[in-house]
């Protein structure tokens, strides 16, 4: 029969390195304990839950079971938490309402930092923490809940969230600014498909758009490309000569400025999507994510960066 009140922390903590260490042994290490402890915290949450987590292999690496992924999900929650509170009360310790966490896709990083600056001018009581990364990522600390709010290009399916549009976020095919298709009016679909594109991995939010573009436009032409994992590395991609790009305008913003880059004018674009801010369904929201909820969603999107006449 499950225990559940005898379930500690030091039990899912040893599970939780075991897979990411990939051994009791290597778990042990991680944890300065030695391996027999490991071995009986893990025995002693298996016995708590009433299921076997890990399946302890011969050669003593341990690979989690079923039921030890689902509980290894309950502990990175319960991490999180934790993390988040303490973060929480340092902040009131300084004398601030409390903090929220804002996590970004990627690709805005190039207005996120300026947005949070003018959010914490505007609310100095409030601190605010910002995360970066892709958006795997940013649904990941969604999931367990180590951040209070998301900036992402399309809501996740999972989890459920409650989201809000905050903004246009336009596509554009960016060209070297001598490139032959630039102020070309008349562009065939053979001059398109005779280029080299430069795009994002696979999976990519980016890399679907440019495909299903491609797709639309090509009618079953052929095209060779590159493939960089970075936008930052395609746009000097492009600078360089080495190709065009369908990519986000407000990842580029700087290089249209200068002129570095071009915009390839052709029917069809740009793609206006739509940046979203969102928050995890299941977690009640605080007052304090309100107000930074609330001041985002005010903006309007005045944050983003401006096209170039």
């Known amino acids: 029969m499950a225990q559940l009140n005898a379930i500690t922390l030091k039990q899912l903590r040893a599970l939780a390195a075991v897979q990411e260490n990939g051994s009791i042994t290597a778990a042990a290490e991680r944890l300065n304990l030695t391996a027999p402890a490991v071995s009986t915290q893990l025995k002693q949450l298996e016995a708590n839950i009433g299921a076997k987590l890990v399946n302890r292999a011969a050669d003593g690496n341990g690979f989690l079971t079923r039921q030890g992924h689902e509980v290894l999900k309950t502990a990175t929650q319960i991490e999180s938490a934790l993390q988040h509170c303490y973060k929480t009360i340092e902040s009131m310790n300084a004398g601030k309402s409390g903090l929220v966490s804002l996590g970004v896709v990627s690709t805005g990083k190039y207005f996120a930092p300026a947005l949070v600056a003018l959010a914490k001018k505007v609310m100095p009581d409030i601190r605010i923490d910002l995360t970066i990364g892709n958006r795997r990522s940013i649904i990941s600390a969604l999931e367990d809940h180590?951040?209070?709010?998301?900036?992402?290009?399309?809501?996740?399916?999972?989890?459920?969230?409650?989201?809000v549009t905050i903004g246009d976020h336009p596509h554009i095919l960016i060209a070297a600014p001598d490139h032959p298709l630039v102020n070309n009016r008349d562009i065939s679909r053979r001059d398109l498909f005779s280029e080299t594109f430069i795009q994002r991995e696979v999976g990519s939010g980016t890399r679907i758009l440019m495909e299903r573009f491609l797709d639309r436009t090509g009618e079953g032409l052929t095209?060779?490309?590159?493939?960089?994992?970075?936008?930052?590395?395609?746009?000097?991609?492009?600078?360089?000569?080495?190709?065009?790009?369908?990519?986000?305008?407000?990842?580029?913003?700087?290089?249209?400025?200068?002129?570095?880059?071009?915009?390839?004018?052709?029917?069809?674009?740009?793609?206006?999507?739509?940046?979203?801010?969102?928050?995890?369904?299941?977690?009640?929201?605080?007052?304090?994510?309100?107000?930074?909820?609330?001041?985002?969603?005010?903006?309007?999107?005045?944050f983003l960066p401006k096209m170039p006449d």
């Open 146 to 163: 180590s951040i209070d709010l998301a900036i992402m290009g399309r809501p996740p399916r999972y989890p459920a969230v409650e989201s």
């Open 223 to 302: 095209y060779d490309y590159m493939e960089f994992n970075t936008n930052e590395t395609i746009k000097q991609a492009v600078i360089a000569g080495l190709g065009i790009a369908l990519i986000s305008a407000h990842t580029v913003m700087d290089a249209l400025t200068a002129g570095r880059v071009r915009i390839i004018d052709m029917p069809g674009l740009p793609i206006v999507r739509q940046w979203f801010l969102v928050r995890p369904a299941s977690t009640a929201e605080t007052p304090v994510t309100q107000r930074v909820r609330e001041f985002l969603v005010e903006q309007n999107g005045a």
